[in-house]
Nanobody
């Protein structure tokens, strides 16, 4: 059974940092493009960042570019999202996802999803 478990969310002050982790089990992530999405209350799920299976290509939403960094550790079967210079508008539930096809920004191409971790940015 494929399972993703996200962690690292919590409460941060504006300008602060958090590092999200997504550990996979039941699947080897070596060949899967992966991504982070987020969903704020009352809003649709939106793309945050994606990384190719090799880690050589990354995509970022304009809203997080220069502040967030996506990375992966295939040895640990883990995806990361380093979030710096956090803003209140970054408040959302963050989800990791993997797909069996191409690196993409669209959520509907992703086959496997975690349960999400809450990130709240507030003073």
């Amino acid at each position: 059974q494929v399972q993703f478990v996200e962690s690292g969310g919590g409460l941060a002050q504006p300008g602060g940092s958090l590092r999200l982790s997504c550990v996979a089990s039941g699947i080897t992530l070596d060949w899967y493009p992966m991504a982070w999405f987020r969903q704020a209350p009352g809003k649709e799920r939106e793309f945050v960042s994606a990384i190719s299976w090799s880690g050589g290509t990354t995509y970022y939403a304009d809203s997080v570019k220069g502040r967030f960094t996506i990375s992966r550790d295939t040895a640990k079967n883990t995806l990361y999202l380093q979030m710096n210079s956090l803003k209140p508008e970054d408040t959302a539930v963050y989800y990791c996802a993997a797909n069996q096809g191409w690196l993409a920004r669209a959520s509907n191409v992703y086959d496997y999803w975690g349960q999400g971790t809450q990130v709240t940015v507030s003073s």
